[in-house]
């Protein structure tokens, strides 16, 4: 990597291990307690499976790798990349499920308000609405947020047992856990691929190159799936896999 490139990486990743540590810290039992208190039940309203109102799902490797072995046309790149190199390229640090080009944006595996594959679901949906991130609130300040689109789907202060409560705390613990430790290894793998091809992060290609793809043109995108990238050509709602 030449040393120009550097800061950028090193920002990503330094940026992703401080909020590893902090999610790997913050106690179990504090989240099980807001879990316990939101008491969160769900009504198959399916509102949480539509881009519409959750954006794209975020796919661990071994998430992609079970669906891919399910129904390999479900996997695509996610609507929102990481960044480009100096030729516009885009690279992302993994897979989303397809979801309905039009509409509230379905997901691919929504079928008459069910999931057509619940047992081997992704983990975000097993966990969902439940988070562990740092967001800013209106004013500015960064905070925890533990739940998702609270009180506009599902139904609230059903029982949960301190046990359920300390599962899904885990799990949750767990998936965010994974998210970091997944993008941490695309930022480093990234670093040492834009340094062997004569790449650099350019923010203005990374602008031209969103709005060429809002325009209609065909843009290449790079994910990082199995310690490597895939490349696809993506135009609009198509995505196709390429060499
Ligand atoms: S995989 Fe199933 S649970 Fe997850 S968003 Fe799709 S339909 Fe919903």
């Known amino acids: 990597m030449t040393p120009a490139h550097l800061p950028f990486f090193q920002k990503q990743i330094h940026d992703r291990q401080k909020e590893l540590e902090a999610v790997k810290e913050y106690p179990w039992e504090k989240l099980a307690e807001v879990i316990g208190e939101v ?29 891919r072995a399910i129904d390999p046309a479900a996997l695509v790149p996610p609507p929102e990349f990481d960044l480009s190199d100096q030729h516009g390229t885009f690279y992302v640090a993994g897979y989303t499920l397809r ?39 209106d004013k500015g300040v960064i905070d925890w947020r533990q739940v998702s689109g609270i009180d506009q789907h599902g139904e609230y202060h059903s029982p949960i047992s301190p046990d359920v409560a300390r599962e899904i705390a ?9 998210v970091l430790i997944q993008e941490i290894a695309f930022f480093e793998y990234t670093a040492s691929y834009f340094s062997a091809h004569g790449l ?22 790079k994910v990082f799936f199995g310690g490597a990238f895939e490349s696809w050509a993506v135009q609009g709602e198509e995505c196709t896999p390429c060499e």
């Open 200 to 221: 650099r992060p350019v923010r203005k290609r990374f602008d031209d190159g969103m709005r060429a793809l809002r325009a209609g043109a065909v843009v290449r995108v």
């Open 39 to 67: 008491g969160f039940s769900c009504t198959r309203c399916a509102r949480c499976c539509t881009r519409e109102f959750n954006g794209h799902v975020v796919l661990l490797d071994e998430d992609a790798a079970r669906i």
């Open 99 to 137: 979801a309905e080009p039009v509409g509230r944006g379905e997901c691919h595996f929504l079928m008459d308000g069910r999931c057509r594959i619940y047992p081997e679901r992704p983990m975000i949906c097993r966990i969902y609405p439940y988070m562990l991130h740092r967001e800013p609130d």
């Open 170 to 178: 885990c799990e949750v613990k767990a998936f965010e856990s994974s």
